[in-house]
């Protein structure tokens, strides 16, 4: 079985994470969604809501295919979490051009450092590509509607 690593801060998930998140899991017999214990920035949800709230939205919207997702969370490098799961695979999400040239070095900044790894790319669907976690956040804390955004799990945590 093939087990690929879905690495992020998801703070909070989106919709966008979402459909990223069952594309690769139609793919791959396993796939891991890393959350990242300290992302740079200060997170508006911590660790274990961003975790929680990601395992209520995964049983919710997939189906089935949540038998395939495991979530755990992680600190230090995406590449040394991957090999420690036993993943021979990081997924990431591109939305747009704008997300493209991040990607690419992190992919290969990723592949310098463990060549055993490769980085795939699924493309979030039209409908989500306009979505981020940051104007999420934003939206949320001036106690604006982003139910359309986020699942419903991640709605209820940010407007605690
Ligand atoms: O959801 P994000 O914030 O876009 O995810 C970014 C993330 C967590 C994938 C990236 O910052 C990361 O991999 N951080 C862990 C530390 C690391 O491995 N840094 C080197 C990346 S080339």
Not at 15 to 32: C, N, Q, S, T
Not at 42 to 68: H, K, T, W
Not at 117 to 146: C, N, P, Q, R, W
């Amino acid at each position: 079985m093939t087990t690929a690593l879905y690495p992020g801060s998801f703070d909070p998930i989106t919709f966008g994470h979402i459909d990223v998140i069952g594309r690769a899991a139609g793919v791959f017999g396993r796939l891991v969604v890393g959350v990242l214990v300290n992302p740079r920035k200060s997170p508006m949800l911590d660790l274990e809501e961003r975790m929680a709230a990601i395992r209520e939205a995964v049983a919710d919207e997939l189906g089935e295919l949540s038998e395939r997702i495991e979530v755990a969370g992680f600190d230090g490098l995406t590449v040394d979490y991957a090999q420690q799961i036993g993943a021979a695979f990081i997924v990431r999400g591109l939305r747009a051009v704008s997300d493209f040239e991040t990607e690419l070095q992190m992919a290969h900044t990723n592949r310098k450092l463990a060549p055993s790894v490769d980085t795939v790319f699924f493309m979030t669907a039209l409908e989500h590509a306009y979505l981020s976690s940051s104007l999420v956040k934003e939206i949320a804390a001036f106690g604006g509607d982003v139910s359309r955004m986020v699942p419903a799990a991640a709605a209820r945590r940010l407007q605690r």
